[in-house]
């Protein structure tokens, strides 16, 4: 629905095949995040539970990496059009990369 925020309210997609939602009964409705019956309720099962599935890798992860700064804007219109799937990130530097680096320089081996 994001990707839906700046289009004209005729370029919008729509409901389709209402009938089938009338003669089937469904009922439809749409939530925040800060409801109380919704992110409230479940943040501490959230966290205790969510955490543990990523570390053990019952749980993937997918996120859609912008790389440096230079490319932050087509990042930010990418997630903002819907081209991004998971989380959009921004990786401004390789943590693995630069904290070695950094190592080496703060302890250099002496031979």
């Known amino acids: 629905m994001i ?10 997609y729509k409901i389709g095949n209402l009938m ?13 995040v800060g409801d109380p019956n919704m992110g409230p309720k479940y943040a501490k099962d959230h966290q205790e539970k969510l ?11 997918q ?24 989380k959009a990130v921004m990786q401004i530097a390789d943590l693995e990369k630069d904290s070695v680096s950094l190592l080496r320089q703060l302890n250099p081996v002496r031979c």
């Open 3 to 12: 990707s839906q925020y700046n289009l004209k309210p005729e370029e919008t």
């Open 20 to 32: 089938q939602i009338v003669g089937k009964r469904l009922k439809i409705q749409g939530f925040i």
């Open 51 to 61: 955490q543990k599935w990523i570390s053990d890798g019952s749980f993937k992860v």
């Open 63 to 86: 996120m859609s990496v912008t790389d440096g700064m230079d490319n932050s804007i087509d990042g930010f219109l990418g997630m903002l059009s819907g081209k991004n799937f998971g």
